[in-house]
């Protein structure tokens, strides 16, 4: 019987063919934690007695949802990470001085692979199957379990087969690709399966959608999102200035086994917006305008959307335009790296002369940490990955998820736009 790439994947780090619904013990090779989960694994570390991380090269540590730190409380929260980095001399512990979002950091320093095992007590961990591994969110005491034995228990999930057919039309983009599929499936369609996205529309999908698309595998359930190794793939792995490891490739047998299988025609689909409260109550843009909503705040960022490319449409749509006088634009860089490449290239200048205010990368504004709380009633159309009550400030608020150029000519009209009537 034929496996998936999710269940060749365990195989190869197990030792022998495992299949969907089995239990194993599996080695963990990159093991993730921030400034808010980081903090309670170390003291689960600690008062267990362990002087010593079993592989200190396979732990990371980001500091990167209230950093710089934003009160005393998120001080102290960052103080218990840095202190245990220095004690341990980790290597692979990120702070202010390389700082970014863990999931677009990770990535862009070479530390996650093709074939890896990853955990993160981050429930956003499932961005990194974008490159073709098993990443997954943990609980802080699961991530305690990881840093003292190298490895933990998994159930092998089973898969669900997302064919996407067709090339997108402009300004549909891998964030609408998984609000389409999380509208179908819902918010728990897909509990404890791993999406595995495939189909030709794979080939028009840059890694920065591909991550869009992984990032939010959670908001239907997911145990994991995972997209095979290609050209696209190897062509960013190779931009990298090294990588941990050498990538281990895998691909899902012809006869592989499937617990449900959903197609999605791309061409006809529109960008997708997903209304309050749920990420799962997605409405074409088209729907959007005919609502009329408006909008008090834009944020663009997150380890959603805050890369690059991302930077490059909203200046494109930006260009010699001025955001609405009511609105307030947020524009948050996913690592210090995107920050300078988008200066580079004038994306910066262009979104400050439109009316934007650029942060230091952070997840900040996303969970509602900082750097744009929203006050009661307002409105905010977002790149971020949830909308759920009360998540970016006040419980009155209201979020719409968008993809990155939806986000910028709403900016500019200050009610939700189709960037193609632009």
Not at 73 to 90: C, E, P, T, Y
Not at 232 to 249: G, M, N, V, Y
Request: glycine share 10%; proline share 4%.
């Amino acid at each position: 019987m034929g496996q998936t790439i999710t269940e060749k994947i365990f195989s190869e780090h197990v030792g022998r063919k495992v299949f969907a619904g089995e239990i194993v013990r599996s080695p963990i090779d990159m093991v993730i934690g921030n400034d808010i989960t980081t903090p309670i694994s170390i003291k689960a570390f600690e008062d267990g007695g362990f002087e010593k991380l079993v592989n200190p090269e396979g732990f990371a540590i980001v500091l990167d949802h209230f950093i710089p730190a934003k009160d005393i409380a998120s001080a102290n929260q960052a103080k218990i990470s840095r202190d245990f980095a220095m004690k341990h001399n980790l290597k692979y512990f990120f702070d202010e001085k390389d700082m970014g979002i863990e999931h677009a950091l990770l990535p862009e320093k070479g530390l996650v692979l093709p074939g890896d095992v990853i955990i993160g007590a981050d429930s956003h961990t499932c961005t990194h199957g974008a490159l073709g591994a098993f990443s997954t969110g943990m609980g802080s005491t699961d991530i305690s379990f990881g840093m003292i034995t190298g490895g933990n228990w998994f159930k092998v999930p089973e898969s669900i087969k997302v064919v996407f057919k067709g090339k997108p039309a402009p300004f549909v983009t891998g964030k609408d690709l998984i609000l389409e599929i999380i509208r179908i499936l819902g918010v728990d369609g897909a509990l404890y399966k791993a999406l595995e996205f495939t189909g030709d529309t794979i080939q028009y999908l840059s890694m920065d959608d591909r991550f869009s698309l992984c990032n939010m595998a959670i908001e239907a359930g997911a145990k994991n999102g995972i997209v095979a190794y290609d050209e696209i793939t190897k062509e960013f792995l190779d931009s990298r200035e090294s990588l941990r490891a050498e990538p281990k490739i895998h691909y899902s047998d012809a006869d592989a086994v499937y617990c449900q299988e959903i197609i999605i025609d791309v061409e006809s689909l529109n960008p997708v917006i997903a209304y309050p409260f749920l990420p799962s109550n997605g409405h074409s843009v088209n729907q959007a305008v005919e609502d009329n909503i408006r909008v008090d705040q834009v944020f663009i960022g997150s380890c959603t959307n805050g890369r690059l490319s991302d930077f490059k449409v909203a200046s494109e749509i930006l260009k010699d335009k001025k955001v609405a006088r009511h609105v307030r634009l947020i524009v948050t860089p996913g690592t210090q790296k995107i920050l300078r490449d988008a200066q580079k290239a004038g994306y910066i200048d262009i979104l400050i002369d439109a009316g934007a205010v650029v942060s230091n990368p952070t997840c900040g504004a996303c969970l509602g940490g900082y750097m744009g709380i929203l006050g009661d009633g307002e409105v905010c159309i977002s790149t971020t990955n949830r909308n759920f009550v009360g998540r970016m400030g006040s419980r009155s608020s209201k979020i719409y998820l968008a993809n990155s150029a939806v986000a910028a000519a709403s900016a500019i009209s200050g009610y939700i736009t189709d960037p193609r009537s632009l």
